[in-house]
């Protein structure tokens, strides 16, 4: 009995040891973010998970991220901050601890674009630490659309950013699309415009950003293309230069591509493009020119240039400027069409006869 006794108590030894071992591994760790951090991050707030064995273990909420609240983890553990300037922008599920690790994540209350960005550190707690610095990055992208110079027949320039993803996954550190999203439009007139967006996949690919300019009642569809698309914490900025636009009816994009944190540029575009819509185009004077749209015809712009024959004048390849006047005159007008459907086409002629109509195909 008495042996029976004495194994029973250096169990129960045992398990009190156990529990004291266990106990004494929990610690309390202080959050002291870098400079770089600090300063980067003025006015945001956000959340800190702490992940144990597959289960958030617990969910702090942050309230100013330059001064961290005090977390308590043990060796093994996985810590993830989040911070993000308006808490409004987001839904942050599951709401407490004791889920998974892997279903933790924050989707925007906007599925196209928000306002402030978010920023992510990873901690591994390893050991007896007392204190740790966090080093956060963007996830975000931010994308601004800047006009210079615009005319007065200057409207508005257009970007879409189609596939934004709209969900982050803290424990898999993963962008994913959880809702069928609308493309991210951006609009701005004689101004800028700015917003962070959380960037589509396919970061790698070439990228041609889908703008259009409306100058004049006309819209424009200037194709640069870049190397990459847009990737989390990479800044895009383009910026449509306008000021030739009266002279000659040119105008330039430019595009840059920047590292957020470090201020490198990846990546930097420019082109010029030259519309038909210049002081020296003449407008035709012969033809009148309509497509049917929307159910009404819809005039659109017919200009004049000089054409010839060159099998009847062979002299003409020197004549310039037409002092021989060996050169006639046509109309033309361009349109964009997908040709889904049939497009329709009236011509009037507005001064004299005609003897003929072709349709060559």
Not at 74 to 96: M, Q, R, T
Request: aromatic share 8%; proline share 6%.
């Amino acid at each position: 009995m008495t042996r029976h006794m004495t194994s029973i108590t250096l169990l129960l030894a045992g398990l009190s040891l156990l529990c004291s071992c266990n106990k004494e591994r929990m610690q309390t760790v202080s959050l002291s973010p870098d400079a770089q951090s600090i300063e980067a991050l003025v006015g945001y707030c956000g959340k800190a998970l702490v992940f144990r064995d597959d289960v958030c273990v617990s969910v702090c909420e942050i309230e100013d991220v330059s001064v961290c609240p005090n977390l308590s983890v043990k060796p093994g553990d996985k810590v993830k901050l989040l911070a993000y300037k308006n808490p409004d922008s987001f839904i942050f599920s599951p709401s407490a601890s004791g889920s998974p690790s892997g279903s933790y994540n924050l989707q925007t209350v906007d599925s196209r674009t928000f306002n402030d960005g978010l920023w992510v550190a990873a901690l591994d707690i390893e050991g007896s630490v007392k204190k740790v610095i966090p080093h956060f990055r963007p996830v975000s992208s931010v994308v601004s659309l800047n006009i210079i110079n615009a005319p007065s027949g200057f409207d508005n320039a257009r970007l879409n950013i189609d596939n934004c993803t709209n969900t982050y996954y803290a424990f898999s550190d993963s962008l994913v699309s959880e809702i069928v999203a609308s493309p991210c439009v951006m609009m701005a007139r004689p101004d800028s415009k700015t917003a962070s967006v959380l960037p589509p996949p396919g970061a790698d690919e070439p990228w041609t950003p889908a703008l259009n300019l409306t100058l004049d009642k006309k819209t424009f569809f200037p194709s640069l293309e870049l190397s990459q698309g847009i990737s989390p914490g990479v800044d895009v900025s383009i910026t449509v230069d306008l000021s030739a636009y009266p002279e000659d009816g040119s105008y330039s994009v430019g595009a840059v591509l920047t590292e957020h944190q470090s201020g490198k540029v990846i990546e930097s575009v420019r082109k010029r493009f030259q519309t038909v819509y210049s002081k020296d185009c003449l407008y035709s004077k012969d033809y009148a020119v309509y497509y049917y749209k929307d159910g009404v015809w819809q005039e659109m712009d017919a200009f004049e240039t000089l054409c010839s024959d060159a099998g009847k004048h062979r002299s003409i390849w020197n004549d310039w400027d037409n002092t021989k006047e060996l050169r006639d005159t046509t109309s033309y007008c361009i349109i964009e069409h997908d040709f889904n459907t049939p497009l329709r086409i009236r011509v009037r002629k507005l001064r004299g006869s005609f003897s003929s109509c072709e349709l060559p195909i």
